[in-house]
Structure formats: structure tokens, C-alpha cells
């Protein structure tokens, strides 16, 4: 294993943990994923194992079309959504799929996330848009999952949590977080009226 291979997996254990601490991926549930850059291999979460007792020597390395180059345990079985999303958006390089339970609430809805606080605007430049309920795991889901999301950093799946992307895996946590607490805020001020929602043009630094 080379030492940019390690120190990827450290950094992927260390943001599943806690992405499971902020309760954002109960029990098993949810994926990490980060591209090594110079060698074009993705480093992913394995199958159906507690992220806290998760360790380097658990995580899996596939290449571009999914197929295992390092590792002892099954990979996450969204393993070619991930690398759908790498091989169509060079700029992408890390990927977190994950379970919030206030983002369920929009998605059992079927309805998009409106940017109604600045860090939702900030973080994804206008609503977070959901995808109808359709079994993932397969290079199609993947691909219909990119074309919900168009420019969206991030999107809801039906019935099944969010995904969002980044250039690292700090990027992509911050904004599960951000999105899972503007939905919180949306959910809970729709209770009491109508909440506004904000638009680029409230924030003119989104332009430049």
C-alpha cells in the first residue's frame, strides 16, 4: 500500500466515524468514497460494517469500473454509483452517500430542498433536488442520479437518504450537514407558516 493509499483511508475511516457520530448514518447504513488523484483508484467504505469499529485495514480499493484491487471485505454495494459519479465529473473526489432522518423527510415526499437559510444557498447554490425511489446500486441509477443533480453539489434519493460530493471528503461531509440541518429548519418552520426561500441574487458573491 503505498503512503497516499494509507493516508486516504485513514482520512475516509476518520469521516465515516464522524459522519456516524453526527448521526447521519445510523447502525451500517450510508457509503464514503475518496479518488487518489494521481492513479485515478477509489478508496470505499466496505459492505455492511459499523463505521465505529471500522479500521484502514477494512477499507476496500477499487479502480474506475468497480472491480477490487485492494482489500479482503465486499465493497459497499454503491460501489458503481461512486464510480459512475468519478468517471462523468473529473472534478469530483469524493462522494458520501448517507441515511439524515429530516432529508428522508423531504424524500419520502418527493420533494426538493429550497435554500431557505444561507448555508443551504451557500453550500448548494439553489434547491437540493430529489430523485423518484428506484433501486441504487447500478451504473443506471448512477447516471439518472447525475442528471437530477445537474450543477447541485448534492442530491435526495426517494426514500433512501442524499448523496453529496465534493473535492475532498471535508467538502462533502460539510455539506451532508448543512443539508440534513436546512432541512431540519425547512421541516420544522413549514409547521408554524410558510418559510421564504433565498436565490442567488440575495447573495451576490455566489456570482462571482
Known sequence: MSDD??????DL????QRLAALALAP???????VRDAPSGLIVITPHDLPYETMTVDDVVV????????????????????????????????????????????????????????????????????VMPFMPSGSVDFGMRMLATMGECPGVIWGQHGCLTVGRNLDEALRRTVVLEGGAKVAYLAQQLG???????????????
Open 62 to 129: 477499487v479502480d474506475a469500473w468497480g472491480t477490487v484491487v485492494e482489500g479482503h471485505r465486499e465493497t459497499s454495494h454503491e460501489t458503481p454509483v461512486h464510480c459512475t459519479v468519478y468517471r462523468e465529473c473529473p472534478d469530483i473526489q469524493a462522494v458520501i452517500h448517507s441515511e439524515p432522518i429530516y432529508v428522508n423527510v423531504f424524500g419520502v415526499l418527493g420533494r426538493p430542498i429550497e435554500p431557505v437559510v444561507i448555508t443551504l444557498l451557500l453550500s448548494f447554490g439553489g434547491p437540493v433536488p
Open 13 to 16: 475511516v476518520d469521516h465515516a
Open 5 to 10: 493509499l494509507r493516508a486516504l483511508k485513514e
Open 194 to 208: 410558510t418559510p421564504s426561500v433565498l436565490v442567488p441574487d440575495d447573495y451576490p458573491l455566489l456570482k462571482g
Open 27 to 33: 447502525n451500517t447504513q450510508g457509503n464514503l468514497s
